[in-house]
């Protein structure tokens, strides 16, 4: 009885990349926002590439509390999603390439989603970690956490809820 | 126009953001607010779709209310939004524009009370709902 082989590293790095990539570069409003995401194993960072046009008050100047509200969205439902297809996506079963082409892969939904603006959100970078407090058959509940310059003074958290894709026969 | 609406609406009008969305603004005056957001392929949320992406509509909902609580008679100035809860009832139909009507329906010396719904063509079916509160603050 032998353990089959570690697969090379760069074979698992290349794999989880461009799944990652194929499921956060083909959404224009993630591009809009210049979202980014950071992988570490299965764990993800949300980045939100500052610029000037991702401004809401233009005196102070801080971030548009509606970009900050996004952000987490976008990052919720982005974890959410890459620990739905994890498995598939290591087992092979799911190609990087047809994350955005397949018609039965479908994503979360938002149901609903609550931010609490903590600080202002200073004119840099900021980072967002969604945490999955349940995901069941039907509905999943995440928990958001945002900051800037040190992770522990948070500047935004959010929580929301949302429908999974229903398999085998997805809803159009 | 009052003093305060049109003080309002140019403050809209300079957010960088807003302009980013293509917002605009059609009605603001006694803690009421209106705002359309125009069909536009770069907030898509999923390409094979061509919907809107919900974290579009929740920058449009919170400018709405903010501009609500500013449009207050008994609010003296800025605002900034303590917590905000969106509902999502549908997928807003693609091609269509989103409108969102805000109303300031309650505010105190600190804090402005606000709900939200937004639609697009076909009004009878919301396609989102909002509820926050936002700070008061002062000149």
């Known amino acids: ?172 | 126009m009052t003093d305060k609406a049109k003080l309002a609406r140019q403050f809209i009008q300079a957010i960088p953001h807003a302009k980013a969305l293509g917002l605009d603004l059609t009605h603001i005056a006694e803690g009421e607010a209106v705002i359309t957001m125009p069909y536009n392929a770069d907030l898509v949320g999923d390409p094979r779709t061509g919907v809107i992406h919900g974290g579009a509509v929740s920058a449009m909902m919170d400018t709405c209310c903010g501009a609500a609580v500013m449009s207050h008679p008994a609010a003296p100035g800025g605002t900034a939004t303590i917590d905000l809860r969106i509902d999502y009832m549908r997928a807003a139909t693609p091609g269509q524009a989103i409108t969102t009507r805000a109303t300031c329906y309650h505010i105190t010396r600190n804090v402005a009370f606000v709900r939200a719904v937004a639609t697009d063509d076909d009004t009878d079916r919301p396609v989102a709902t909002a509820a926050g509160s936002f700070t008061v603050e002062g000149r």
Do not use: C
């Open chain 1, 1 to 172: 009885m032998t353990r089959k082989r570690p697969e090379p590293m760069q074979v698992v790095k290349q794999r989880r990349d461009a799944a990652l990539n194929a499921l956060v570069s083909g959404v224009p409003y993630i591009r809009f926002l210049n979202i980014t995401f950071d992988r570490r194993g299965d764990e993800l960072t949300g980045v939100l590439n500052f610029d000037d046009k991702l401004i809401g008050n233009p005196f102070l100047p801080a971030i548009h509390g509606g970009v900050t509200a996004a952000f987490l969205e976008v990052t919720a439902v982005i974890t959410l999603s890459w620990a739905h297809l994890f498995e598939r996506i290591e087992s092979g079963d799911l190609a990087p390439e047809d994350i955005l082409r397949d018609e039965s892969i479908r994503f979360p939904k938002t149901i609903d989603f609550t931010i609490d603006y903590l600080r202002s959100g200073l004119p840099r970078d900021a980072y967002a970690r969604a945490y999955i407090s349940r995901a069941g058959r039907r509905y999943a509940s995440v928990r958001v956490e945002a900051w800037q310059d040190h992770h522990d003074k948070l500047y935004a958290q959010g929580s929301g809820h949302f429908l999974m894709p229903q398999d085998p026969s997805p809803e159009r």
